[in-house]
């Protein structure tokens, strides 16, 4: 039975507001006294970079964390969501990321996933969810047969099913995180469509989103965090696009993370060059050179196609048409092995999905891409491995308390740093990195910058791939800058002026 | 100072002692199927002995008698290690025996092998190529072959036993000395194989994390072939063994229910049913462990039917004093 919750919900005071909020991780303060209010029919976009605190935020609003200290009022009244049950009851709907939908169940069983209606009998009643299913989808105004199986059906379907999903559920608050990432550019103008519609009929939409020309579309207001804490909050009719950037970004560029120019020399032939690949969908038509020592940096919005790229160059995703040239020679990149053959080493950036076997121990972990190294004729010479283990995570040095313990035993610096590992041992000519840095401590982000330098001046060209723009303006000698599979624009990194100025370049905005 | 001092030792020391008992927690864990087959061999020869149970020719059965499970378990414990299963190798088991008796027919010992082998081989590889290149999931396939083979095997045979004309068949695979001296081998080349080579470590990354395995430039299809190839081979071997024993007979139905046998010797001995970890040595004293208690217990004098019933629950016990706990990770 779907219970109205018509109290309060006309009182003219935000719907959510949530005030001094507070939260640490083991010391790490994620959230500091941060204030967050959101008006009934608004749009508001919550913005900041990695780490900001943006997630965490919103997962205590939905229940997912409690908070330490601070406060939360929905439609006045001071409430306490202890549960993402609790923060669904208060009418709170999360439209996820990764979809929370079934594919081999239909879309109206899908709407209706823990929430099903019955029969009088207590029997589940199909046709009674298809027929409110329908009824969902006709107030937002989109065309999708309830009975038909979720897995026939497009991405852009499966937001909409999620969207449809909490509306059932009678949320009066649509948290939407970065729901274009993956959508076509019509897509979009749908989803843009739906939010106005949904806010005409007084459903508040918190939009989590780094992609500056859609905030100033679709947003009303906007609050950006940064290192935890509120930096701004207002209508977005009154900022720029720069305002934005700089209340993200900030300013603190210090130690490691200072660009030191370094010289490359581009007179000879280039070590890499890559002409017209294409890639599915996701990589198009892209062509660079790289000579010995260069770092190039690829930048771009999530979903422009850095991470396929760098997949396709180490022969895990098939390439449809274009060159792969190494010194010269065209190299046939049709699978891992042979990349690794051709002198190319990618440093994934998923490190415990792609880039280890979690169960498996330090030396061994190290030693995967080793094994030819120490054979002694069939066998495998084990002292002469753990040696080179040892070598290798005493130049990294990797915190472990041995190396034959579990490597998901470690810190997400000392696991990215067995991933760093075991690709130097093979002495790489081109070394793709992939968020290097992606979820690992300050001092170790320290580390793999210098790491990067170098390896870049022993000759190797060094492709990074990363969203933490200080980092990629550190060790840069040159950014490409990636715009839905394509390259948009290459500069140099001298032309950079700064974060800001790379973060507008990124978005596609004129500075 | 001093005080601060004492209380810095002890509580060092009181640290190393955790550290000690947890390392020593984990091993025990690790190596419980050798610590129960030690208990379990304890208890029956306190109990047993008047009933011939520590004589030397019933010891030797038991190494005997486990010979068939453990040369087929060997090559399961690749096939689990790399997050697959086979459920083939009885009926194969079978008609491994059956090719060695038709082989046998028409061109004595060595046709008598090399059918039974090939046989092996031939399976193994359409295992393989269904898992790895049409993609269906090997519990699907296996489960299949495990009917179309029982089912070939019967039809040729009119469900009849096949004898095996090559009296040295019996000896070189079924007497006394040889059951043991295979069972030795098979254990050697496996723990070689697991630990010591490349493809042993190819095996465990492919069951521990295939995507990084893949990203690591390992071919995990080429990997998981192999395995089926093997585990398909080390059945067939298996069966010979069976046949010789037998009557140095084959029949099509004389493997029957040995995969389940030789995948509970896999798992009592520590390997992961979730692929990337694996132990040979384990896995043998896993088909000597149920062989032990089988023994011991017909002894005592109970009927064959309680003994299964007495089996099971032991399994269930060994592999769930073996579970990790969660949170240690």
Known sequence: MADHRDDGTDSPGPVIAMADICKSFNNNVVLDNVDFELLRGEVHVLAGGNGAGKSTLMKILQGVYSMDSGSIEINGQPVNIGSIHAARAAGIGMVFQEFSLIPTLSVARNVFLGNERRSSLGFLDDADSVERTRAVFADMGVDIDPTITMGNLGTAYWQLTEIAKAIAQDAKVLILDEPTASLAKDEVDALFALVRRLTDNGISVIYISHRMDEIFRIGDRITVLRDGQRVLTGPIADLTPADVVHAIVGRKVEGAFEWKPRSVDRSGAPLLEVRHLNVGTRVRDVSFTAHRGEIIGLAGLMGAGRTELARALFGIDHIDSGDVLIGGQRVRLTNSGKAIAAGVALIPEDRREQGLVLEHSVRDNLLLTLLGRFRRGPLLNDRKGSAIAAELINELSVKTASPKLTVGRLSGGNQQKVVIGKWLGTDPDILIMDEPTAGVDIGTKTEIVERIRALADLGKVVIVISSELPELLAVADRVLVLRAGAIDRTIERADIADEHALQLAIQGVAA | ?329
């Open chain 2, 1 to 329: 100072m001093t005080d601060l001092s004492i209380e810095q030792t002890t509580q060092r020391r009181a640290g190393r002692v955790t550290a000690l008992l947890r390392r020593s927690g984990a091993d025990w864990r690790q190596y419980v199927i050798y610590i129960g087959f030690a208990a379990i061999f304890v208890i029956f020869a306190l109990t047993l002995n008047d009933k011939g149970f520590l004589q030397s020719n019933n010891l030797l059965n038991i190494l005997r008698q486990a010979s068939v499970v453990a040369v087929a378990a060997v090559a399961m414990t690749f096939v689990i290690a790399s997050a697959e299963i086979d459920l083939s190798v009885g009926s194969l088991a079978g008609l491994a025996g059956i090719a060695a008796a038709y082989g046998s027919q028409h061109g004595g010992l060595v046709m008598a092998i090399l059918a039974a082998l090939g046989v092996g081989l031939l399976i193994g590889t359409i295992n393989g190529l269904l898992v790895t290149i049409v993609e269906i999931p090997s519990f699907l396939v296996t489960l299949s072959m495990l009917w179309m083979i029982r089912g070939f095997g019967q039809w040729r045979t009119s469900a009849k036993g096949q004898p095996i004309e090559a009296a040295a068949f019996k000896t070189i695979f079924g007497s006394n000395s040889m059951r043991i001296v295979w069972l030795v081998v098979f254990a050697v080349i496996g723990t070689i194989v697991l630990n010591k080579t490349r493809a042993g470590r190819f095996v465990l990354a492919t069951g521990g994390n295939r995507t990084a395995a893949e990203f690591s430039g390992i071919s995990t299809k080429r990997v998981k072939f192999w395995v089926f190839v093997a585990s398909s081979v080390c059945a067939s071997f298996a069966g010979m063994i069976l046949a010789a024993n037998l009557n140095n007979t084959g029949k099509y139905e004389y493997g029957n229910g040995l995969e389940l046998s030789v995948i509970a010797a896999v798992i009592l001995g520590g390997t992961s049913l979730f692929g990337g970890k694996g132990s040979v040595p384990g896995t043998v004293f896993g088909a000597l462990f149920v062989q032990l208690i089988g023994n011991g217990l017909l002894l005592t004098g109970l009927q064959s039917s309680q003994l299964d019933i007495i089996k099971g629950g032991i399994i269930v016990v060994a592999v769930a004093l073996r579970r990790e706990r969660k949170g240690v990770r």
